[in-house]
């Protein structure tokens, strides 16, 4: 009998960060520090909102952009918030962040294109580039460089191939950010070169320090910008499953054609909450968002803190919830760290390798969990490395 599995899905490898979670899982007392959810739980006010539209009996399909409100609140929201301007025709409701990625790039991508994926970054990004039929091309990020492109880095891979720049931050795994004065940088390369830009800013409201900077809020660039963004990371509503595309009208339309076939809408129950994240926002100047986010940049103080006092370097986050630090001098690389710590000590890591090849001598640690986890989780850290030689 043949085999009816096409050769991408045979080569496509499994997700390195569900490996070590889903063992994890079958440990007693295992600790992780795996998955990046938050530990909050959806604030009360966006949960109300979904209950009420289920006893308004608003249980059918929403049409396919998404609710007409909710989209008219996204673009004021980004407009208030980042200084970024769309049109809510032009703003798609999608499921979650990660169907916006594989929209924006199954609509663009011919064989051959060449598409730009900063290494380390999103797992997804290089295996949808390839299932969308282009051919992802890394972009060596490092920590000596605060994770951040730069003009030079664009040049040096940029072919008459060259299609699109994936634009990931603040970045999962690293926490790095790009400033306004660092995005105006590579600007004139991206206009030069007439590459799109598909920017991931899933972890916006979670920056330290400075504020987010969106690209598409500078010169002309929303005109050449797919903003991808949702409400799972900065309004604890991961299953909620519930994102969105803001995009320039020709991809849009592009967008929303492959998203009418192959998702339909995005569920309403998760429409009406997140019309219900934004109003109470507004209303309260996202109050709850600005806890969460202040109590996410304690937990990676401690975090850095703790890793750099027991000899493994790392940088200090700019934003997102993840600390990737390096474990060269345990003599390991990313991959048997991880894995001998979990057997050993019962703590879930996440090889930077699932991230790219840029990885190799780190690991991603997430601190969207509990003081009293981070604590115990870090104590273990520290016991694994003195079993190895490593003083702390």
Not at 76 to 81: E, K, S
Not at 96 to 108: N, T, W, Y
Not at 200 to 210: C, N, P, R, S
Not at 335 to 341: I, N, R, S, V, W
């Amino acid at each position: 009998m043949r085999s009816f599995v096409s050769q991408k899905a045979r080569e496509l490898q499994p997700s390195g960060i569900r490996k070590f979670f889903d063992i994890a899982q079958e440990m007693e007392d295992a600790i992780s520090l795996g998955v990046g959810e938050p530990d909050f739980i959806t604030p009360w006010g966006i949960r109300e909102g979904a209950i009420q539209s289920i006893k308004k009996g608003y249980t059918q399909y929403t049409g396919n952009r998404g609710l007409p409100k909710l989209r008219e609140l996204i673009c004021r929201y980004l407009h208030d918030r980042f200084g970024v301007c769309y049109e809510p025709d032009n703003v798609l409701v999608t499921v979650g962040a990660s169907e916006g990625i594989d929209l924006a790039l199954r609509a663009i991508c011919e064989p051959g294109d060449e598409v730009l994926v900063p290494d380390p970054g999103y797992v997804s990004y290089a295996p949808l580039v390839s299932m969308a039929g282009g051919t992802p091309v890394a972009l060596d990020c490092v920590a000596e460089n605060e994770f951040i492109l730069t003009p030079e880095m664009l040049e040096s891979v940029i072919t008459p191939k060259t299609k699109a720049l994936i634009l990931a931050f603040p970045n999962n795994p690293t926490g790095g950010i790009m400033t306004k004065e660092q995005l105006e940088a590579i600007i004139p390369v991206i206009e030069k070169n007439d590459i799109l830009v598909i920017s991931d800013e899933i972890y916006a409201e979670l920056t330290y320090g400075k504020r987010h900077c969106s690209i598409a809020s500078l010169g002309d660039m929303v005109k050449r910008t797919v903003l991808i963004s949702g409400f799972s990371k900065a309004f604890a509503m991961t299953g909620w499953r519930v994102g969105y595309v803001a995009a320039p009208p020709e991809v849009d339309e592009a967008m929303f054609k492959i998203h009418q076939y192959s998702i339909l809408c995005a569920p309403g129950l998760s429409q009406h909450a997140a019309i219900s994240a934004l109003e109470d926002g507004f209303s309260d100047g996202f109050t709850e968002v600005e806890d969460m986010h202040h109590e996410y940049e304690r937990r990676a103080r401690f975090m850095v803190n703790s890793f750099n006092d027991m000899g493994l370097k790392c940088f200090q986050p700019r934003g997102a919830f993840y600390v990737f630090p390096s474990v060269e001098v345990s003599g390991m690389d990313g991959e048997k760290f991880a894995g001998e710590l979990l057997m050993s000590k019962k703590v879930a890591v996440v090889p930077g390798t699932a991230f790219g090849a840029a990885g190799k001598n780190h690991v991603r640690c997430s601190y969207a969990t509990s003081m009293e986890q981070l604590i115990e989780a870090v104590d273990r850290i520290e016991a694994f490395l003195k079993e190895h030689g490593v003083r702390t």
